[in-house]
Nanobody, 126 residues
């Protein structure tokens, strides 16, 4: 069964850091672009970041630029989140792109992604 699998969420104080991981179950992770989305209660799902195959390109939402870093190796895709704020609290989802590259103009369009993980909760609170 094809399934991205997220891990690494938790509770952190404002200004703290977390590192999320996304592993590929049932598919070859390195040949796909992978994106992170998030959804907070009462809000629409938001694209956070995308990384292409072989790390050719990386894209970020304006709200996380300079604080979040996406990276990958053969085993997983990572989202290093620094300077976390309460507004970053959400369920974070990992999604597999149908192809090897993030769409340069619309990487945050959910329709490009065919398989989604179940999500990991990130809560930023004092």
């Amino acid at each position: 069964q094809v399934q991205p699998v997220e891990s690494g969420g938790g509770l952190v104080q404002p200004g703290g850091s977390l590192r999320l991981s996304c592993a590929g179950s049932g598919f070859t992770l390195p040949v796909h672009a992978i994106a992170w989305f998030r959804q907070a209660p009462g809000k629409e799902r938001e694209g956070v970041s995308c990384i292409s195959k072989n790390d050719r390109n990386r894209y970020y939402a304006d709200s996380v630029k300079g604080r979040f870093t996406i990276s990958r190796d053969n085993d997983a895709v990572y989202l290093q989140m620094n300077s976390l704020q309460p507004e970053d609290s959400a369920v974070y989802y990992c999604a597999r792109d149908v192809g090897p590259d993030c769409n340069i103009d619309s990487w945050n369009y959910a329709g490009w992604y065919d398989y989604w993980g179940r999500g990991t909760q990130v809560t930023v609170s004092s």
